[in-house]
């Protein structure tokens, strides 16, 4: 079985600011790793994922996220925000397995928040 | 169009009722799921479907029903609703072939209120 920590429910921090929402994985087999968005009154969109390659992950919306499988970490950062991308972010992963459901577990979520 | 449309968007009844949440999706995709939304709980799957003839039960399935009508179809229902099923639900799609890349695709929701 899987798990999802997302360590900080809320994220407040004014525009233009560095901003870090960090998860936590516990998994006994290698996963997957996403990162999921989730506008006002909307449904979740994809932001970025990781499934093999450069630890480093691009997203949307000048979003990146990079894989660290000692520390089994999966940080969102972005350099600079805008008021527009107050939304929950949830961190989510999938058991790498053949024939496998391959169900997402969700983290918790962080709810960031953009100040003026 | 939306690829993934969920019906109602909102709707609120009374304990006991019997009611029925609806999801459709345009994206030929096989794989079709149930999540419902807590605060503080992020997305919990309650029901899965590989195809019309595949259906199983998630990490909450107790006091749900599911139906698989047809590929682009999936529908979950409460057949007695408690207050504690009050939350947003989330229908979800994903490509069955290998190589899909994991990804899944959200309706936008549907917030069900049980009084």
């Known amino acids: 079985a899987q798990s999802v920590t997302q360590l900080d429910s809320q994220v407040p921090v004014f525009e233009e600011a560095p901003v870090e929402l960090r998860c936590n994985y516990s998994s006994s087999v290698s996963v997957y790793l996403f990162w999921y968005v989730q506008y006002p009154n909307q449904g979740l969109q994809l932001l970025l994922k990781y499934l093999s390659g450069s630890t480093l992950v691009k997203g949307i919306n000048g979003f990146e996220a990079e894989f660290n499988k000692s520390q089994t970490s999966f940080h969102l950062r972005k350099p600079s925000v805008h008021i527009s991308d107050t939304a929950e972010y949830f961190c989510a992963v999938s058991a790498i397995s053949s024939g496998s459901a391959r169900q997402l577990t969700f983290g918790s979520g962080t709810q960031l928040t953009v100040l003026p | 169009d939306a690829d993934v449309t969920q019906t109602p968007r909102n709707r609120i009844t009374k304990t006991g009722k019997r009611i029925m949440l609806e999801c459709s999706q345009t994206k030929g995709h096989d794989r079709m799921y149930w999540y419902r939304q807590d605060p503080g709980l992020g997305l919990r799957l309650i029901y899965y479907s590989f195809d019309v003839k595949d259906i199983n039960k998630g990490e909450i399935s107790d006091g749900y029903s599911v139906s698989r009508q047809a590929q682009a179809k999936f529908s979950l229902s409460l057949e007695s609703a408690i207050p504690n099923q009050t939350a947003l639900y989330f229908c979800?799609?994903?490509?069955?072939?290998?190589?899909?890349?994991?990804?899944?695709?959200f309706g936008p929701g549907t917030r069900l209120t049980v009084l």
């Open positions: 979800a799609t994903r490509p069955g072939t290998s190589g899909s890349l994991d990804t899944q695709y």
